[in-house]
């Protein structure tokens, strides 16, 4: 299989996002310094920000609803557990369910409705009645086996 550049550019990232966040998880074990409540909840807090800013770029570039869903989860994810740390849970549950509206509309906005697309049949996959009959008499004909010579038969 083959990779190309986009794919490897991709997995470079998402290495180098996840060595960020056990480096993140090492360095607060090891020095006496807090930030927030606890080093693994942090290294999940980076994986959600910078995996949740991957999806949305994503979302933009291949205009892909799916990942403009992902990314709503993850920094929806993230900015509620900013606000708990700071005993403003309800703040951030508001702050989080406006973002998700946003973009659910950005998404809508950007990426379409493809189900109606579909339905419209304005699909690019979409064949309509003759297009499928011309197709299937197309490949009739080049399956048309030739006719068989006749064999004389003995009674003759």
Same mark, same amino acid.
């Given at each position: ?111 379409? #409705? ?6 419209? #049949? ?35």
């Amino acid at each position: 299989m083959k990779v190309n550049k986009k794919q490897l550019t991709v997995a470079i990232l998402s290495i180098a996002i996840l060595l960020a966040g056990i480096v993140v998880l090492i360095l607060q074990y090891a020095l006496p310094f807090a930030f927030m409540t606890h080093p693994i909840l942090n290294m999940l807090f980076i994986y959600a920000i910078c995996f949740g800013i991957m999806a949305c770029v994503f979302g933009i570039t291949k205009k892909s609803p799916w990942y403009y869903f992902l990314s709503a989860i993850l920094l929806s994810l993230a900015i509620i557990y900013v606000f708990v740390q700071f005993k403003f849970w309800w703040i951030g549950l508001i702050i989080a369910v406006v973002f998700d509206l946003i973009v659910a509309i950005f998404s809508y906005i950007s990426a379409g #409705n493809k189900t109606e697309s579909i339905a419209l #049949n304005d699909s690019p996959d979409y064949k309509n009645y003759e297009q499928r009959k011309a197709e299937k008499e197309t490949k009739e004909a080049a399956e048309e086996k030739p006719e068989l010579p006749k064999i004389k038969s003995f009674k003759d």
